[in-house]
């Protein structure tokens, strides 16, 4: 695990964008993930998908090729594998051992110093912190909204609390907005240090969606970010959702072309 996570390291810090994502980087200290290493690199597979990263002083030699072979030898196809930050090694891997591009994944950004309209909240509704109650409400909205998406939609309430154990976790910053109906959604936002923070997860369950919810508790949690005085904040969304692009570009997100994620899907 700690020469994954060096190398790991290494190449974030020259590449700008680590190669393990959250769900790997938990994958791997839980022991869920299969590794396959090499003295300058890794591949790593948890739950179908592949992260694979080359110590930068090591690049040139084969080493992201040989990994590769050796992951799609081991683990067949159908599986996928991100490149955070479009790095142009990885297309050309793609390319040459038969992995197609499937999804880009936008990170837009937002400097906490534009100003932020007030926040108004609809007669009826509350919005207020998580409450360790609201845990099952949260994994069922979770579901309804992402039942199409293939990380997201998957959250259950071992997984939830999974990522409530981590060290960034705080319940204030985790927003839900009900009414007398229950539970209409939820915004859950991360600090990652001192200067950035995340909107993380925004979520409205299917039968509030039309009401602006998704607009005010962005908003809310924004607010929220603010109020902790990072610098900036930033959010993954799905390239071709031009309705939640919409949104986060009307409340001041912004992406630039390095700011992109591509996953791969190995051909069958």
Do not use: C
Request: glycine fraction near 10%; charge should be negative.
């Amino acid at each position: 695990m700690d020469q994954v996570i060096a190398i790991a390291d290494e190449a974030a810090a020259a590449d700008g964008a680590s190669p393990l994502d959250e769900a790997a980087r938990i994958a791997l200290a839980d022991g869920a993930a299969e590794v396959l290493l090499e003295d300058d690199g890794f591949a790593l597979l948890h739950d179908g998908d592949l992260s694979l990263a080359v110590r930068p002083a090591a690049r040139g030699r084969g080493i992201g090729a040989a990994l590769l072979a050796r992951a799609s030898s081991s683990y067949g196809s159908g599986v996928t594998a991100w490149s955070h930050g479009n790095h142009p090694a990885a297309a050309r891997l793609a390319a040459s051992h038969g992995w197609d591009k499937v999804r880009d994944l936008w990170v837009m950004r937002r400097p906490t110093s534009l100003t932020l309209p007030a926040l108004s909240v609809p007669d009826g509704v509350t919005v207020r912190g998580y409450r360790p109650d609201d845990a099952e409400a949260v994994v069922a909205v979770n579901g309804a909204a992402f039942a199409h998406h293939p990380e997201q939609g998957a959250m259950d309430l071992d997984n939830l609390a999974r990522r409530m154990a981590e060290p960034w976790f705080d319940p204030a910053g985790l927003l839900v907005a009900e009414d007398a109906s229950g539970l209409l959604g939820f915004h859950w936002t991360k600090q990652h240090d001192a200067e950035h923070g995340e909107v993380y997860v925004v979520g409205i369950a299917p039968a509030a969606q039309g009401r602006g919810l998704g607009k005010l508790l962005t908003l809310a949690g924004l607010h929220h970010l603010a109020g902790l005085g990072v610098a900036e904040v930033l959010l993954y969304v799905e390239a071709d959702n031009a309705p939640a692009v919409a949104v986060y570009s009307g409340l001041g997100f912004a992406h630039a072309d390095a700011d992109t994620h591509v996953q791969y899907r190995r051909r069958a």
